[in-house]
């Protein structure tokens, strides 16, 4: 059984030694010039939620099956990844809605890799999948690769896709998620520009549902600037603890509306110029997220270059918004509103709606920090089915000899988040199941 892998992110890692160890001769395609995809900036919580009710609360668009399935083999997936010398950092999230554990990135990379190349696996690094190639009957029988060296291409029993969807591509971002409404940053590696994702509807794959959805954060907008190891230390997570207004002046979402703030973060991609403000006053930025400070979360944005406002009052901080281009009037009125319907007790009553924890802004400093959304991965995708074998779109049937993992597989988390890191180990492990046994 020849299986190759196209993308060496964890998802392609994960799938690779699985299909080793279960006899297989791999073939590992990396488009860049290292593996570990995204892996390697992020903070390694491999997690999911702690019930199928909360999951289905949390992401309630998103595919019961699979969602079902990272439940149920998470634990074991974990178990298998720590067996293989995958450093735990930490045996809990932190969130009473989740379980899971904190995984040290890049040595869990260099285990994976290590033990691929120990079992026979073959890594092509700066080798890229530029299609899939089928037989007269539909089949996948191979793939096109595009290196330094040329075109070329491979036999395979069995293709799994596990390149990473297609955050990377402002054309694929633009056509499913903001829609012309401008372009969004891009909180991740460059690489995953929808390569797997087009070949696999070129042969016929079908799409899932929640295309027009994106897992990100909002970041300080530019002119900050900062590398891509920075990504989870900028990241602006005190929605909860801010009032978010458009360039309009206009509060524009629920800050706090969910736990991850996603909700916050895709709304924002909807505003003129995708672009906000959070504004938060001197009782906000002594507020804790997770391990750091709202006050701290603003100075990085300050040192990495954000546009940051002070000011001793609510009106002189609009002044101030005013002579950036934002509705300043606006900007003082939406502030009035949401204090006075925070000390009347019905914030929940404005329009959008606040859900709790809602504080005045009324102590100084007044602060705004101009932020854009950023697209960390895709949540929509191609559809799977539990054995993450990829669906036909002609009669919704196994494409044969076709499988995806990780942020290709489609449709898990409509509506919410979960955990992108799950996602890779548990679709991984099972797509190098399947493609083993090539049960298409
Ligand atoms: C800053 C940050 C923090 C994060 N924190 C967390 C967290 O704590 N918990 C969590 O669950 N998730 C987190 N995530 C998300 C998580 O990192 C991703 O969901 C996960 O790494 C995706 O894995 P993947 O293998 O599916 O895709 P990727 O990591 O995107 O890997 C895809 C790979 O495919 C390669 N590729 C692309 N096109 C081709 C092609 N044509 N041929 C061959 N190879 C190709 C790419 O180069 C890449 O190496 C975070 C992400 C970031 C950026």
Redo the contacts with the bound molecule.
């Keep these: 059984m020849r299986v190759t892998v196209?993308?060496?992110?964890?998802?392609?890692l994960v799938a690779a030694r699985r299909a080793l160890e279960l006899g297989a001769r791999v073939t590992l395609?990396?488009?860049?010039d290292r593996?570990?995809?995204?892996?390697v900036?992020?903070?390694?919580?491999?997690?999911t939620y702690r019930d199928l009710p909360t999951f289905r609360s949390e992401a309630p668009g998103g595919d019961f099956a699979l969602q079902r399935l990272i439940l149920d083999r998470l634990a074991p997936c974990l178990s298998w990844l720590e067996e293989l010398g995958a450093p735990v950092l930490i045996r809990e999230t932190g969130n009473p809605l989740t379980t899971g554990a904190r995984f040290a990135p890049r040595p869990t990379v260099a285990a994976l890799s290590e033990e691929i190349a120990a079992s026979g696996g073959r890594v092509c690094l700066g080798?890229?999948?530029?299609g899939l190639v089928q037989d007269a009957r539909g089949r996948v029988t191979g793939v096109r690769v595009l290196s330094d060296e040329g075109r070329r291409t491979e036999e395979a029993d069995a293709v799994i896709l596990?390149?990473?969807?297609f955050a990377a591509s402002p054309e694929l971002v633009g056509r499913y998620i903001t829609q012309g409404r401008g372009r969004m940053l891009l909180?991740?590696?460059a690489?995953?520009?929808g390569?797997?994702f087009l070949a696999a509807l070129a042969a016929g794959a079908l799409e899932s549902t929640g295309l027009d959805e994106f897992y990100g954060r909002n970041l300080p907008a530019p002119p900050a600037a900062f590398p891509a190891e920075r990504?989870?230390e900028v990241s602006q997570l005190y929605g909860r603890y801010a009032v978010a207004l458009n360039q309009r002046g206009e509060r524009y979402a629920d800050e706090a509306a969910d736990w991850s703030e996603t909700a916050l973060t895709r709304a924002t991609a909807h505003q003129p110029g995708l672009r906000a403000w959070y504004i938060v006053d001197g009782a906000g930025l002594r507020r804790r997220v997770r391990e750091r400070t709202v006050g701290e979360m603003v100075a990085t944005a300050r040192e990495v270059g954000g546009t940051v406002l002070e000011a001793g009052t609510v009106a002189e901080l609009a002044r101030k918004l005013g002579e950036t281009g934002v509705s300043g009037d606006r900007a003082l009125q939406s502030l009035d509103e949401y204090n006075a319907a925070v000390a009347a007790g019905s914030a929940a009553e404005l329009s959008p709606p606040r859900s709790e924890p809602s504080a005045p802004v009324t102590t100084q400093p007044f602060v705004a920090v101009e932020v854009a959304p950023a697209i960390?991965?895709t949540i929509g995708g191609l559809a799977v089915d539990e054995g993450c074998r990829v669906l036909r779109r002609s009669d919704g049937l196994p494409l044969p000899g076709l499988y995806a993992?990780?942020?290709?597989v489609g449709g898990v988390s409509v509506g919410g988040y979960t955990?992108?890191?799950?996602?890779?180990v548990v679709f991984g492990h099972r797509a190098a199941e399947s493609a083993s046994q090539n049960v298409s």
């Design positions: 196209a993308g060496g992110g964890l998802a392609g395609l990396e488009k860049g593996l570990g995809g995204s892996f900036y992020s903070s390694g919580y491999i997690w080798a890229a999948l530029a596990a390149s990473g969807g909180r991740a590696h690489w995953s520009t390569d797997g990504f989870v960390t991965h993992a990780g942020v290709e955990s992108g890191l799950a996602a890779a």
